[in-house]
């Protein structure tokens, strides 16, 4: 960008230090204070608290649930996704473009509405599945029983393929087709290609899906507290809540211990994979705009196409009709078409109640602030990653990544223990305390659209308004800006909808004048009306859906939730 005057270089540290300062304050103490917690008690250091927290069976079987359901559903989840995009990316699949934004619904809404719709397929008693399975084979007990560690794995691997398949997707995309056609030249068949060529080359994209899909099962709350505490299948997030709501000291330092383990896997596996397994991806990226030959499938092509779409009907329609048709039955124990069973007061209800309307109201609100501050910083560091060489640019970037890669429940968890007082700062049981917690999980989100932009837009512009005298506040305002509204919009939505129906964060940092959505839709599912919960989960759908749709066309279809 040439040389930059000495108010331009003041200005960058200014935003530099400031968002720093904000995430050393509400990220960095935070978490380093959940650690020191855990391994100090009355000003000494000490392991009992440790020691006690993994003598009780509950917890080591916690932990263990944790890593086996996280294992299978990385590797189930890889398994699906994998083929799925090479389907889609690489073949001539009837339908793949309407099969690619399928097969992503999952995606985009709560993983706990998913809980709640398999909840209501596979009840061993009243599962609507089970009972169609058991009347057309008669069969004398279900075939299927949710409340088991099977249940939450399909469960959890049902919703988080598609972090797996969203990853590997584009990983094909930017992948050097060369090779590929290089052995088909040869005389490979394609399915040789795939396994000699194309599978070797995407692995460490599939090893960085796989790592992905078990973060996020591993630190999902909402899935195991609806299917697995049933069962009594607990898991490390669900245990942690449960000491959290106890409330006392002790249950806080064994809440921490619990915390920091969960803390440290997520760690190292993020080191995995955004510093040694990133690093072997570049191997496979051309920099060339090449379109990859498009594999025809042959006889084949009707009966793949078939078995997709038996897929896309029992992982996404299936469960999204039950969770709409829950919500018009009167009585659950009977189906929707019987006569006198359809109703809308379920719907009355989520548009009529003063609790609901309040709790939708708060998500909004909280939502909104936490995606317009979040993409102020966004906007901030993707200039300064890109369009300057500023020292001291890639520590906020390294914080937010880290921040990004904690699991929600430590985030919570190590905020209320550092923001309600102590060191000077109360925001709890405050919408802010929320709004905090939500920037830390999900501005990277943002900001990865908002990079990727100011990559995709040439500086020139803006170095003519430089030479011309313009300061760089105006600069940003006028031309940069501007140029990347699309991917500012997006980035704003893709911060916002997690935050509008965030779960976990949420139920342990509410009060009384802060419950949102999720915390709403979580309570009425578990303790009140499982119609009024799927209305709830119905009228989200709807919305990310639409909102969904308007972005896609906004943009042209280039984002999208």
């Not at 590797?75 to 001539?92: D, H, K, S």
């Not at 990727?452 to 031309?479: T, Y």
């Amino acid at each position: 960008m040439g040389k930059k005057s000495s108010s331009f270089f003041k200005t960058e540290w200014l935003f530099i230090g400031g968002i720093i300062l904000f995430l050393l304050i509400f990220q960095v103490f935070p978490l380093c204070y959940l650690v020191i917690r855990s391994f100090v008690s009355d000003g000494h250091f000490t392991l009992e608290g440790i020691k006690r927290i993994y003598s009780y069976s509950l917890n080591i079987s916690s932990v263990m649930n944790t890593l086996i359901t996280a294992t299978l559903s990385m590797i189930f989840g890889v398994c699906i996704a994998f083929p799925l995009a090479w389907l889609v990316g690489r073949t001539n699949l009837y339908g793949k473009n309407f099969f690619r934004s399928l097969f992503v619904t999952t995606y985009m809404v709560p993983p706990y509405v998913g809980a709640m719709a398999w909840l209501r397929l596979l009840n061993p008693n009243v599962g609507t599945l089970n009972v169609f399975i058991k009347n057309i084979f008669g069969l004398e007990s279900s075939p299927f029983n949710i409340y088991s560690i099977g249940g939450l794995v399909w469960v959890l691997t049902t919703f988080y393929y598609p972090y797996a398949f969203i990853t590997i997707s584009r990983a094909m995309e930017k992948m050097d087709p060369s090779l590929e056609e290089a052995s088909r030249s040869c005389g490979a068949s394609p399915v040789k290609t795939l396994f000699t060529v194309t599978l070797p080359l995407m692995i460490p994209s599939i090893v960085a899906a796989g790592l992905l899909v078990f973060v996020a099962a591993s630190s999902c709350y909402g899935i195991p507290s609806i299917i697995g505490a049933p069962g009594k299948i607990y898991t490390i997030t669900t245990r942690i809540v449960d000491y959290v709501s106890v409330g006392s000291k002790e249950s806080l330092t064994d809440a921490t211990s619990l915390a920091v383990f969960l803390m440290l896997v997520s760690f190292v596996i993020l080191y995995i994979s955004n510093f040694t397994v990133a690093k072997k991806d570049y191997i496979t990226v051309s920099g060339k705009s090449v379109k990859p030959t498009i594999v025809d499938l042959g006889k084949w092509r009707l009966p793949i196409t078939i078995l997709v779409s038996m897929f896309s009907f029992i992982v996404v329609i299936l469960p999204f009709a039950t969770v709409f048709a829950t919500s018009f039955t009167m009585n659950m124990g009977k189906s929707v078409f019987a006569e006198g069973n359809v109703t809308f007061k379920y719907w009355t209800t989520i548009i009529s109640r003063s609790s609901i309307l309040k709790s939708t109201g708060n998500s909004i609100v909280s939502a909104i602030f936490a995606a317009t501050a979040g993409m102020f910083v966004c906007i901030v560091m993707a200039y300064l990653l890109k369009r300057t060489a500023v020292k001291g640019r890639k520590i906020p970037d390294f914080l937010i990544t880290v921040g990004s890669g904690t699991p929600s429940v430590v985030i919570a968890l190590s905020l209320i223990m550092t923001m309600s007082g102590r060191f000077g700062i109360n925001i709890y049981n405050t919408i802010f305390i929320m709004v905090v917690a939500y920037m830390i999980k999900y501005m990277l989100m943002g900001m990865r659209t908002v990079v990727s932009a100011f990559s995709q837009i040439s500086p020139s512009l803006e170095e003519a308004a430089q030479v011309s005298g313009s300061k760089w506040l105006i600069r940003m305002r006028d031309i940069t800006i501007p140029l990347v509204l699309p991917s500012v919009v997006a980035g704003w939505f893709l911060i916002f909808m997690p935050c509008f129906y965030e779960l976990t964060m949420s139920n342990l940092l509410y009060s009384n004048n802060t419950k949102t959505l999720g915390v709403e839709l979580f309570l009425y599912q578990t303790y009140h009306s499982q119609q009024t919960a799927s209305a709830l989960a119905s009228g989200i759908l709807i919305l990310v859906v639409i909102i969904n749709f308007v972005l896609n066309k906004l943009t042209k279809g280039k984002f999208s939730i």
